[in-house]
């Protein structure tokens, strides 16, 4: 009997609180993006859970609840823990029978004090975030097992000259790791192996990344690591010291390192676009100039790979008025030097080709050309410096382009330990990129790489979370029967934002999207409590004796709401102080979650009362309004 009685009297709060949560967690199915991608697993895994324990909780626990009965005092091991049960269950009712209710009846009478404090809690929250004390970013930064060292020497640079450069950066990662070699017992490395490629590069590291356009100008070296529990000591260190070791390479175009395992894109990636190549270069100039001069950006290049020498040749009007075209005089220059098929025939079963062109000695240097003579189709030959204008320039050895535009990208990665991405890009949009793009009407800029999986991703995030917010609503209405009281239930969901910042402040984490995420389910969780107590206060009377009501009832649900919180506190603790690599990423929304109920608990008991207590204030204030309870 008094396991049924215990379900009636709560089973309809519980329903609805597990229903909220499945509220919470629905919209983290339909995140859009690469992190879409990642996240979707969670709910996936949470959803199915979540009903089969409201299943568990409504019949299977009340039924083995009805099976228990007196049992005989227990000697030995299990008395003594049964005896330290009942004697922490005696502090803890002696705790909320006395200064818990105690401090609770201070602030109902004190409540719009106690709001204020809440208030302020929130705004100082907003302070820390927005001012920069705690850094957003996309990702979380996970160490990974694997440096990359990307080089890019100049396009057309030999093979074995790159390769002299990959050696020398080898070389030095091969120093480095002997450093902290010399601080570890002999056999225990930081380093597994160096592998090195030159005429090409190994893909990058995210989901993402892709190998770059293969050349004798390229290489790529990784130092692969052993496992982050064993050596003890961070890739980003590691990485930092060998970039510091290899220092300036001569005639470089780009020399970039990377250790994190997921990469979603440059911290910053702008795409400038316009029509005009030189105004595009120009523009794209001062955005690295700019860049390069803030502190904590580094790696500042652009994707606009420049080509080997070229001569170009303009048809000049004198020799257009003899008969010439553009593509005569490709024809004869060609053919001058690399040759004109004259003849094919069959040798065995090979086909043979002759080519006929200028002697070797005429054709090995420049002043050659300029002795070039170009026949008109009226039989004569005329000098190639006056057929045709002949300037030396320099080509692309690949053109971007999007939505038929030519663009360039310029990236730079970021020491978060210094600035954000967030820092970096608003002094730039308020700064130069608003001056040139005043300037240079044509010229616009779009924001790419992790800034543009941070759009989708919140852009879905955003609409998933506002119908969630709406689903809790509806949800919570339905057993209070009242258009108010949700919404006095749903304020502990901003202050449980304050917990997740302080969290990750405390544990040394930036807010990352898996963050905002870890706040999203957040909001269907802590709002659990909240209606426990603000149902159980209106089966006490509220409508009559509100201040009485309230303070029985946070007396009456102390216990089940600490109990939960602490549960799911101490349930998400392994995670937080997880060190794996595939843990490390999923910390941050441990963090959001288990700091955030933590402190919504305290919202839960003791600023929800109040600020019942204040719509009831605002009820007598204005009896004939229509105010629903």
């Given at each position: 009997?008094?396991?049924?009685?215990?379900?009636?009297?709560?089973g309809v709060?519980?329903?609805?609180?597990?229903?909220?949560?499945?509220?919470?967690?629905?919209?983290?199915?339909?995140?859009?993006?690469?992190l879409?991608k990642?996240?979707?697993?969670i709910?996936?895994?949470?959803l199915?859970?979540?009903?089969?324990?409201?299943?568990e909780?409504l019949?299977?626990?009340?039924?083995?609840?009805?099976?228990?009965?007196?049992?005989?005092?227990a000697?030995?091991?299990?008395?003594?823990?049964?005896?330290?049960r009942?004697a922490?269950?005696r502090?803890?009712?002696r705790?909320?029978t006395?200064?818990?209710?105690?401090f609770l009846a201070?602030?109902l009478?004190?409540?719009?004090?106690?709001?204020a404090?809440a208030?302020a809690?929130l705004?100082?929250?907003?302070?820390v975030?927005?001012?920069?004390?705690l850094?957003?970013?996309v990702?979380?930064e996970?160490?990974?097992?694997?440096?990359?060292?990307?080089?890019?020497?100049?396009?057309g640079?030999p093979?074995?000259?790159?390769d002299?450069?990959?050696?020398?950066?080898?070389?030095?990662?091969?120093a480095?790791?002997?450093e902290?070699d010399?601080?570890?017992?002999?056999?225990d490395?930081?380093?597994?192996?160096?592998?090195?490629?030159v005429g090409?590069?190994?893909g990058?590291?995210g989901p993402?990344?892709?190998?770059?356009t293969?050349?004798?100008?390229?290489?790529?070296?990784?130092?692969f690591?052993t496992?982050?529990?064993?050596?003890?000591v961070p890739?980003?260190e590691?990485?930092?010291?060998?970039?510091?070791?290899?220092?300036?390479?001569?005639?470089?175009r780009?020399?970039?390192?990377?250790?994190?395992v997921?990469h979603?894109?440059?911290p910053?990636?702008?795409?400038?676009?316009h029509?005009?190549?030189?105004?595009?270069?120009?523009?794209a100039?001062?955005?690295?100039?700019?860049l390069?001069?803030?502190?904590?950006?580094?790696?500042?290049?652009?994707?606009a790979?420049?080509g080997?020498?070229?001569?170009?040749?303009h048809?000049?009007?004198?020799?257009?008025?003899?008969?010439?075209?553009?593509?005569?005089?490709g024809?004869q220059v060609r053919a001058a030097f690399?040759?004109a098929?004259?003849?094919?025939f069959e040798r065995g079963?090979?086909?043979?080709?002759?080519m006929?062109?200028?002697?070797?000695?005429?054709r090995?240097?420049?002043?050659?050309?300029?002795?070039?003579r170009?026949r008109?189709?009226?039989?004569?030959?005329?000098?190639?410096?006056?057929?045709?204008?002949v300037?030396?320039?320099?080509?692309?050895?690949?053109?971007?382009r999007?939505r038929?535009r030519?663009?360039?990208d310029?990236?730079?990665?970021?020491?978060?330990?210094?600035?954000s991405?967030?820092?970096?890009?608003?002094?730039?949009r308020?700064?130069?990129?608003?001056?040139l793009?005043?300037?240079?009407?044509?010229?616009t800029?779009?924001?790419?790489?992790?800034?543009?999986?941070?759009?989708?991703?919140?852009g879905?995030m955003?609409?998933?979370f506002?119908l969630?917010?709406f689903?809790i609503?509806?949800l919570?209405?339905?057993?209070?029967?009242?258009?108010?009281?949700?919404?006095?239930i749903?304020s502990?969901?901003p202050?449980?934002?304050?917990?997740?910042v302080?969290?990750?402040?405390?544990?040394?984490?930036?807010?990352s999207m898996?963050?905002?995420?870890?706040?999203?389910a957040?909001?269907?969780?802590?709002?659990?409590d909240a209606?426990?107590l603000?149902a159980?206060?209106?089966?006490?009377?509220?409508?009559?004796a509100?201040e009485?009501?309230l303070?029985?009832?946070?007396?009456r649900?102390?216990?089940?709401?600490l109990?939960?919180?602490?549960?799911?506190?101490?349930g998400?603790t392994?995670?937080?102080?997880e060190?794996?690599?595939?843990?490390?990423?999923?910390?941050?929304?441990?963090l959001?979650?288990g700091?955030?109920i933590l402190?919504a608990?305290?919202i839960?008991?003791l600023?929800?009362?109040?600020?019942?207590?204040?719509?009831e204030?605002?009820?007598?204030l204005?009896?004939?309004?229509?105010?629903s309870r």
């Open positions: 009997a008094a396991a049924a009685d215990g379900v009636v009297e709560v709060p519980v329903v609805f609180s597990v229903l909220t949560t499945v509220a919470a967690f629905v919209p983290l199915l339909f995140v859009q993006g690469m879409g990642f996240i979707r697993v709910p996936l895994v949470v199915p859970i979540l009903l089969v324990s409201l299943t909780a019949f299977v626990l009340p039924a083995h609840l009805a099976l228990g009965g007196p049992r005989p005092a000697r030995g091991l299990l008395g003594a823990v049964d005896r330290t009942r922490f269950g502090g803890l009712d705790f909320v006395g200064p818990y209710r105690r201070l602030c009478r004190y409540r719009y004090a106690t709001l404090a208030v809690s705004l100082v929250t907003v302070g975030v927005r001012g920069g004390v850094h957003f970013t990702m979380p996970v160490d990974g097992d694997v440096i990359l060292c990307n080089l890019e020497m100049p396009v640079t093979a074995a000259v790159t002299r450069v990959a050696a020398r950066i080898t070389a030095a990662a091969r480095v790791a002997a902290y010399r601080h570890r017992p002999p056999g490395s930081v380093l597994r192996h160096v592998y090195a490629v090409g590069s190994v990058g590291l993402v990344a892709a190998a770059a293969p050349g004798g100008h390229r290489a790529t070296i990784a130092m690591l496992e982050a529990e064993r050596r003890e890739a980003a590691i990485r930092d010291r060998w970039r510091a070791r290899v220092g300036e390479v001569a005639g470089a780009a020399l970039t390192f990377q250790s994190t997921v979603l894109g440059a910053i990636d702008i795409q400038l676009a029509h005009d190549p030189a105004r595009l270069a120009a523009a100039a001062r955005v690295e100039r700019a390069a001069a803030l502190p904590g950006v580094y790696d500042v290049r652009d994707d790979e420049p080997k020498r070229e001569l170009r040749l048809l000049r009007p004198a020799a257009r008025a003899l008969g010439l075209t553009e593509g005569d005089l024809r690399y040759g098929e004259a003849l094919r079963r090979n086909e043979v080709r002759v006929v062109r200028y002697p070797e000695g005429e090995r240097s420049l002043a050659d050309l300029d002795a070039l170009i008109t189709p009226g039989g004569g030959a005329i000098p190639l410096a006056l057929a045709a204008e300037t030396e320039g320099q080509g692309y050895s690949v053109i971007h999007h038929r030519r663009v360039i310029v990236t730079a990665n970021l020491d978060r330990s210094r600035t991405a967030g820092e970096v890009l608003g002094q730039l308020h700064g130069l990129l608003a001056r793009t005043a300037d240079d009407p044509g010229l800029y779009d924001l790419e790489g992790e800034q543009k999986e941070r759009r989708e991703s919140m879905s955003r609409r998933g506002l969630a917010l689903a609503y509806a919570l209405a339905i057993p209070l029967r009242s258009y108010v009281q949700p919404l006095l749903m502990s969901i202050f449980g934002v304050v917990g997740a302080a969290g990750h402040l405390i544990m040394g984490f930036h807010l898996i963050s905002i995420f870890g706040i999203v957040l909001a269907g969780v802590v709002v659990n209606l426990l603000v159980t206060a209106n089966r006490l009377g509220l409508a009559e509100p009485a009501a303070e029985e009832a946070g007396v649900r102390f216990r089940p709401i109990l939960t919180s602490i549960t799911t506190f101490f998400l392994p995670m937080i102080l060190t794996s690599v595939q843990a490390r990423f999923l910390i941050p929304m441990a959001s979650l700091f955030g402190f608990t305290l839960n008991l600023l929800v009362p109040a600020l019942t207590l204040i719509v204030d605002l009820r007598r204005a009896p004939g309004a229509a105010v």
